[in-house]
């Protein structure tokens, strides 16, 4: 097996980390899981970034074990790394990259007033789970460090940074955290400048947002630490080039070939949801 021609895909799901080496012919032929849940720390669901470290970790160390038993070699480079996670949530850190808040997950359901007002002034549904619900829910709770935010992202934004050092996400990820204009394939402009009216915060939202990328954009390569995070024996070569991490809605409508307009899928996970694709906003 030529390891320059698999591809590498990690997806952090709610009850498990699986990752899956494919070949050229889009063939799995290696994997590796962690099972792991989320936790109810002060009334939030959160799992804790030592978790999201020891998980990943696990997980490789199988994929690799895997590699080695099936075909008697060591993975220590593959052709590219695909990230994908649960989607929404809330992932604060300050200009030093310090976190500032624990990780609040998709499933709480304690952004109601924020889910309600950014709805109305949006003039666009903003579910409860959307990470920008959760920040503004913080700052109408007046939570010290929603003024010292510099960036905000979401699990699998989180592990894209740790991998490559750049925050930047897939345009379906980004759709989790706020609105996407599909003419522009960004954040939705004039919805940004309504939400910094009324932020009252000393940045702006697009400056703590991560970049939105499409499919195919380059999303940065595996630095020397983000290999050290993912193997830390030292084995895995650094400089893989590693796509924009999505969500799994996202990576659910692909492997469903679901893209186009008019048509949709049903996921059946720890949440039932159903992604249609419309002709229209």
Not at 17 to 39: F, T, Y
Request: hydrophobic share 40%.
């Amino acid at each position: 097996m030529n390891l320059k021609n698999t591809a590498l895909g990690i997806e952090l799901g709610s009850t498990r980390i699986k990752a899956v080496l494919i070949d050229e012919n889009h063939i799995p032929v290696a994997s590796g899981a962690h099972e792991w849940e989320n936790q109810l720390e002060d009334g939030i669901w959160t799992y804790s970034m030592e978790a999201v470290t020891a998980g990943v970790q696990d997980c490789y160390a199988k994929l690799k074990q895997d590699v080695l038993e099936k075909y008697g070699i060591t993975l220590t480079e593959v052709g590219a790394i695909g990230i994908s996670g649960m989607m929404h949530g809330y992932l604060p850190f300050d200009k030093d990259g310090n976190q500032l808040a624990q990780f609040r997950t998709w499933r709480n359901t304690i952004t109601g007033e924020a889910a309600a007002k950014l709805s109305q002034v949006l003039n666009f549904n903003i579910p409860q789970r959307w990470s920008i619900a959760h920040l503004y829910q913080a700052i109408l709770n007046k939570e010290p460090h929603v003024q010292h935010i510099a960036s905000l992202t979401t699990l699998a934004g989180y592990l894209h940074v740790t991998l490559t050092g750049e925050k930047v996400m897939g345009i379906g990820e980004a759709s989790g955290m706020f609105p996407i204009d599909s003419e522009a394939l960004d954040y939705n402009q004039e919805m940004v400048e309504a939400f910094d009216a009324i932020s009252g915060m000393p940045w702006k939202l697009r400056d703590v947002l991560p970049r939105v990328l499409c499919a195919g954009d380059d999303a940065g390569v595996l630095t020397e630490s983000g290999a050290r995070f993912l193997a830390p024996a030292g084995d895995l070569k650094p400089g893989i080039p590693v796509a924009p991490c999505e969500g799994d809605a996202g990576t659910g409508m692909v492997a469903t070939n679901s893209v186009r307009e008019r048509t949709g899928n049903v996921s059946a996970g720890t949440s039932d949801f159903a992604m249609i694709v419309t002709d229209h906003p």
